[in-house]
Structures are given as structure tokens and as C-alpha cells.
């Protein structure tokens, strides 16, 4: 898919992307790895792979993928997200977001069609949840409960005015923000070659230079002959599972037939309709808003120099930090000591303890909030210091910028 205003308006509505967003955009730029003996290709350098990418113009595509999170994200009860899986509850494409980024395995089918057609479906046993883009509309439908959610598409007027919403679309535009992003602070090499999808693949290695980040390595697989990213793997400083292991099954590059994108709410189901894409208002369309309601997607890129809820950021690349002022002071301390109160219930302290690990240093007290891939420090003096790095850096962080 070429990247252009009108792909970006469309990948708005890909649900798969989101996730992918969740890490690309948290760690603040990740690449891929691919598998060891893989076929033989002709050597290409980093900067001919990149190249390679960047000239990718597929814009039709089917197939099916798979995508795989372990963000480290505390377990929840079954139902709490509409049942505990992608089918069932609401259409609407925010909560369907929030059951995706909680973890797991989800597979999906996927077309596309140019800028102004793509399909995804998410299939989850007999039941399915699809999000299909076409033309004017967006359509969400949940088999499962026969729920469906409507709105119109974004104008291209209102693109004009909301450019942080302008979020990657495919693997290619992943890649093409991580490469654009990674700067001086990553090592970019080509790894060993891959078969995905069946398709010869190479593979391009992003690693950090230095220390510090929670993400140890991203890989992009590749294809040989066309430039289209197929699979993305971002790796953890601690080992085990990737973070996200995003790619395709089965993929063909061929034009996928019209009728794909067509859809007509059955008789029986609910419509709910949303606003009609007007950015930057208090009615923004929820296709576009839930992608930009995902954790790590929304204004950590600048924002006011300490202004209470403002962002400030904090170094650059891999370790870069965000810092907020919540304006809240004791908060921390006026737990602990309610939890060591006589009178608290049993198991208070540990309860408090599970939340986070206790911290302290030249900034004053806090306590560490842990994922695989995010770490926030809370302190007591009402400020909160997050990104993908170790708790080392954002206690490194608070103590200078107390």
C-alpha cells in the first residue's frame, strides 16, 4: 500500500494496525526478526532493504494473518471486555481494541483494495467480528451478538486538521515510521533470510545502541520480490515470547473481488450509529478514536514544559521518557498508610504492594508500575515518569528532572 493521505484516512479503520500502533508507537519505533535457514537470496545491505520498502506501491492484497501480544498486562476477569474475546457484546471498534491489546493469539482475514477498500475479520471459532472500510462508510459487525456499528468514513477535510491521528497502516507503513524514527540511537542490519507466507523473505534487524530500553530488538521480514513487509516481531530485554509477533499465513497479491467489500446489516442486528468524522471534536468518530485511545498512541510526542497533564519528553529514541504532572501530592503515602492502618483489611499491604514495586532515590519516594514493554513511576510529589525502559531509567529519570 503506497503511503499517502487517502491510504492513511483508510488504515484509520484496520484493527490489526492498532495493535501493531500499540507497539510501534510505545516503544517509540521498533523493527523485526526472521528465521534462521532461510532460502537463498542475493545479499542486499540495510539501506537496499530500506529502499526496497520504501518503493513497495502494493495496494491490493487477501489473506489471512495472525497476530500475538504479551505486553505483560495484568490478567482480567472473563466478560469484563464483552466476554473475554474478540466476538461477542458491542460492535463498536473501541472495545473490540481493548480485548486485542489485553493479549493473546487473534486470527484474522484481510483485503484490501487500494485506500478506500479494506476488510478485516477477525474469526474467533464459529463467530467473527469484521471491520470493513468502504468508500464513505465504516462498518463494524459482530456476529456473535448481531450487533453492528456505522459511520461514515473521515472527510478529507477533517484530515487536514488532525494530524497526530495520522497512524501506520499495514506492515509497510509500520516499517516505513519505525526506519523513519530510528535514527541515531539504532543499529539497522539484515538478519537471515525467511520463508513467510511462503514467500522468500529477508529480514531487517533495529536494535538499540545503547541500554536502558525494554525492548531488545524488532525484526520486519521482508518480501524478496515486492518490498511488503509481511511479519513483525518486537523482542524483550527479559527474553521469553515476543511482545508482538504480527504476520501473515497466507497471503496473494491479486485484486480481490468486489463484492468483498460490500455489507448490508442483516434484518435482526442493532445499528449503532457513530459520528460522521468530524476530527478534533468532542463527537470524533469512534473508528478513529479508538485507535487513538490505545496506550502509548496519544500525545506523548511534545506537549507543554511541565504544565499540570501536559507531557514533557525526556531523551530521545529508544529511551525516551515521558514526564506528567498530575498535580496530585501524598497520593502514595496516604495509601501506604491506610494499608498499615490496624483497622485496614486483611491483605491491604500486600494488595498495594501487587500495584507496584516501592522505589526511592534523590526525587523522593515512589513505586514502579511494570509491563513488558511500558514501566511508569509514580511519585509522591504528584509526577509520573513512563516509557519502554528498565525501572533503573526512570528512577535515572526522576532524580534528575525532580
Do not use: C
Not at 519528553?313 to 515521558?322: D, H, K, P, R
Not at 483489611?345 to 513488558?372: C, I, M, N, Y
Amino acid at each position: 500500500m503506497a503511503t499517502n493521505a487517502k491510504t492513511r484516512k483508510a488504515a484509520r479503520y484496520a484493527v490489526p494496525v492498532a495493535v501493531f500502533g500499540v507497539v510501534a508507537g510505545t516503544i517509540a519505533m521498533v523493527p523485526a526478526f526472521a528465521n534462521a535457514g532461510g532460502p537463498d537470496l542475493p545479499q542486499v545491505t540495510a539501506q537496499q532493504l530500506i529502499e526496497k520498502i520504501a518503493a513497495s506501491d502494493v495496494q491490493q492484497l487477501s489473506g489471512s494473518a495472525k497476530i500475538s501480544t504479551d505486553l505483560g498486562l495484568p490478567s482480567l476477569p472473563a466478560g469484563l471486555l464483552g466476554g473475554g474475546g474478540v466476538t461477542g457484546g458491542s460492535a463498536d471498534p473501541q472495545e473490540k481494541l481493548s480485548q486485542l491489546v489485553s493479549g493473546g493469539t487473534q486470527t484474522f482475514r484481510v483485503a484490501a483494495d487500494g485506500p478506500d477498500r479494506q476488510k478485516l475479520t477477525f474469526v474467533d471459532g464459529k463467530d467473527e467480528y469484521s471491520l470493513v472500510h468502504n468508500g464513505d462508510d465504516v462498518w463494524g459487525y459482530d456476529s456473535k451478538s448481531k450487533e453492528v456499528f456505522h459511520e461514515k468514513a473521515p472527510s478529507e477535510k477533517g484530515d487536514k486538521g488532525d494530524k497526530s491521528s495520522e497512524l501506520p497502516a499495514s506492515p509497510q507503513e509500520i516499517a516505513q515510521e519505525v526506519l523513519k524514527a530510528a535514527g541515531t540511537t539504532t543499529d539497522v542490519s539484515v538478519g537471515d533470510t525467511a520463508q513467510v507466507a511462503g514467500r522468500d523473505a529477508y529480514q531487517l534487524v533495529l536494535k538499540p545502541k545503547g541500554a536502558g530500553s525494554t525492548v531488545a530488538s524488532v525484526k520486519i521480514a521482508v518480501d524478496a520480490k515486492n518490498g511488503v513487509p509481511l511479519r513483525v516481531q518486537v523482542l524483550s530485554t527479559d527474553g521469553g515470547k515476543p511482545i508482538l509477533d504480527a504476520g501473515f499465513t497466507k497471503v496473494d497479491f491479486a485484486k480481490p473481488a468486489a463484492d468483498t467489500f460490500a455489507f448490508t446489516p442483516p434484518k435482526d442486528a442493532k445499528v449503532t450509529e457513530g459520528a460522521a468524522g468530524e476530527h478534533g471534536k468532542e463527537g470524533k468518530d469512534k473508528g478513529l478514536g479508538a485507535l487513538e485511545s490505545i496506550p502509548g498512541l496519544g500525545g506523548l510526542t511534545g506537549g507543554a514544559e511541565g504544565a499540570q497533564g501536559e507531557p514533557k519528553v525526556l531523551g530521545e529514541g529508544w529511551t525516551s521518557i515521558a514526564r506528567i504532572e498530575t498535580g496530585a501530592t501524598n497520593t502514595l503515602k496516604g495509601m501506604d498508610d491506610a494499608a498499615k492502618d490496624k483497622n485496614a483489611p486483611k491483605g491491604a499491604a500486600q494488595f498495594l504492594d501487587s500495584l507496584g514495586e516501592k522505589v526511592s532515590g534523590k526525587f523522593g519516594e515512589g513505586r514502579v508500575l511494570k509491563t513488558r514493554v511500558v514501566n511508569a513511576l509514580i511519585t509522591d510529589d504528584g509526577k509520573v515518569y513512563v516509557g519502554a525502559v528498565t525501572k533503573a531509567e526512570l528512577v535515572k529519570a526522576a532524580d534528575a528532572n525532580k
